[in-house]
């Protein structure tokens, strides 16, 4: 089975740039996840979908950032315009999303490195 | 106040000893808690999660939970090379909050 993959790799741009990370989830995943990592700082929570519905996006740092997960399948987070300070590693988990109620376990993708220059 | 701490500085230990991590956190509704092994570069990769007050054992892992003092421990018994990586300890909120705060990791590394 295929895990979390997140697409590119690494990204080096320059302030005031677009950039649009992707993530594919583990097949049949309904719940899906992006966090980032800033330097040095823990990693921290940005949203979560729960199919192509944003159940908390309570993390989301402000109203340059969009993440869309249409069709509830792979989801796009994009940075618009880039600041220096967005610079870190963004990653992606999936859970199966049970209901079980208790948070499941999520799996996590090798991330995304964001350079912002 | 952080939500999760872990202490902080690398952890040497030699080749199967004892590696003992802990993590504490700040919410007293959490309700799971989970041991994540990041290498250099890769993704975090889950080695134990616990629910439930007391021990869970997992081969050479170890995790204790104690939600009266709101700590989480990770033992690896007979450490090996392998084992050396950066130890990540997540917790998970009350019922219906799936978002999981990290702590910022300890290093482990492992001496032949």
């Known amino acids: 089975e295929a895990g979390v993959t997140q697409f590119p790799s690494h990204s080096v741009i320059e302030k005031g740039q677009t950039v649009t990370l992707r993530c594919d989830p583990i097949s049949g995943h309904d719940n899906l996840y992006w966090y980032r990592r800033v330097m040095g700082k823990e990693i921290k929570f940005l949203l979560h979908?729960?199919?192509?519905?944003?159940?908390?996006e309570s993390g989301m740092p402000n109203n340059r950032f969009l993440a869309e997960r249409t069709g509830g399948t792979y989801s796009t987070l994009k940075v618009q315009p880039a600041e220096l300070e967005d610079s870190g590693v963004y990653f992606c988990?999936?859970?199966?999303?049970?209901?079980?109620?208790?948070?499941?376990?999520?799996?996590f993708g090798p991330g995304t490195r964001l350079l912002v220059l | 106040q952080k939500e999760v701490e872990q202490n902080s500085g690398p952890l040497s230990v030699p080749e199967g000893a004892i590696a003992s991590l802990n993590c504490t956190y700040s919410?007293?509704?959490?309700?799971?808690f989970f041991w994540y092994r990041q290498y250099s570069g890769k993704s975090p990769e889950l080695i134990m999660f616990?629910?439930?007050?007391g021990d869970k054992e997992d081969g050479r892992f170890t995790a204790q939970l104690n939600k009266a003092s709101q700590y989480v421990s990770l033992l690896i018994r007979d450490s090996q090379p392998s084992d050396s990586a950066t130890y990540l300890c997540?917790?998970?909120?009350?019922?219906?909050?799936?978002?999981?705060?990290f702590g910022k990791g300890n290093q482990v590394v492992v001496i032949p």
């Open positions: 979908f729960v199919k192509e519905s944003k159940q908390d």
């Open positions: 616990i629910y439930s007050n």
């Open positions: 997540a917790v998970g909120g009350d019922y219906g909050n799936n978002r999981l705060a």
């Open positions: 919410d007293r509704g959490s309700q799971s």
């Open positions: 988990a999936s859970s199966q999303g049970l209901g079980q109620g208790i948070a499941e376990t999520q799996y």
